[in-house]
């Protein structure tokens, strides 16, 4: 199996471990059995989960609370994270934005390039020579199915996706023969199986809920295909369609059909 085996001396990192995707693989990885690092922002929301994955899987996890938008937090978390074992890493944390380029908050878009790219980009580089050495270890980034294509009204977004689709892909080739294996996962809409209506955003309300995959669900598939080794996984039916559309479609005709879908969600 490409995932490694849980080992005492031995963590999974996730980031964005206090919600959504990063929560989900973190809880699926301690039923399995690895010790766990948690990075996220929210420090009281990260001691509590990891008090119930100690308790109900008996593992050993650690909390690591950063702002991973910001690069001295990442700096510090790279250098504490530096004597630790890390055989799997989940680069899950990001964030999103809707509507024209030039009407966006210039500090929340910057923001969200540090937090999708760079930081998936440093803590890569960060865990891999010791996965290198030891001849093994998993890497997953959490890209999109939306980095497949130019959407307007989502640039940075999917500027920033598109990114690490790519270096994702190119890593799992340059890795064949290490031990260390890459997956990408690039995934549609993803939520909670069941929200509230007035819990709904607008991006819950602007895509009908049959298009929508469940966190629980993502991250099953995408353990599954880091155990096969595999290059990518794609989630959900509008994951699953994006990533079709893509690969037919001119972008002179997905490009203002999608513009158009992602304009009701600004």
């Not at 989940?90 to 923001?111: K, L, P, R, V």
């Not at 994702?168 to 069941?194: D, I, K, M, N, W």
Request: aromatic share 6%; hydrophobic share 40%.
């Amino acid at each position: 199996m490409a995932l490694p085996s849980p080992q005492k001396d031995c963590r999974a990192l996730v980031t964005g471990a206090s919600q959504g995707i990063g929560m989900a693989m973190a809880r699926d990885l301690a039923r399995l059995g690895h010790n766990l690092i948690l990075v996220a922002r929210r420090e009281e929301v990260l001691r509590t989960f990891a008090d119930e994955l100690e308790s109900t899987h008996g593992v050993t996890v650690e909390v690591r609370p950063c702002d991973l938008a910001d690069p001295a937090a990442r700096e510090k978390l790279i250098d504490e994270i530096a004597g630790s074992r890390i055989n799997i890493i989940i680069n899950s944390a990001g964030i999103a934005s809707f509507g024209a380029f030039m009407d966006q908050d210039w500090e929340y878009e910057t923001n969200q390039f540090q937090l999708n790219a760079a930081a998936v980009f440093e803590l890569t580089r960060a865990v891999l020579p010791g996965m290198l050495e030891r001849g093994s270890g998993a890497i997953c980034n959490v890209g999109s199915a939306a980095g497949n294509m130019p959407i307007p009204n989502n640039a940075t977004y999917v500027f920033t996706k598109a990114g690490v689709n790519a270096f994702t892909e190119a890593l799992h080739y340059e890795l064949r023969g290490t031990g260390v294996t890459c997956t990408l996962l690039a995934p549609g809409p993803v939520r909670e199986a069941v929200i509230d209506e007035a819990d709904k955003s607008i991006v819950d309300k602007v895509v009908p809920d049959f298009l929508w995959t469940t966190y629980e669900s993502c991250s099953r598939e995408t353990l599954q295909a880091m155990s096969g080794n595999r290059r990518r996984v794609v989630p959900g039916p509008l994951g699953k369609a994006m990533d079709r559309i893509s690969s037919i479609m001119p972008t002179a005709i997905s490009a203002p059909i999608m513009g158009s879908f992602y304009k009701k969600m600004g």
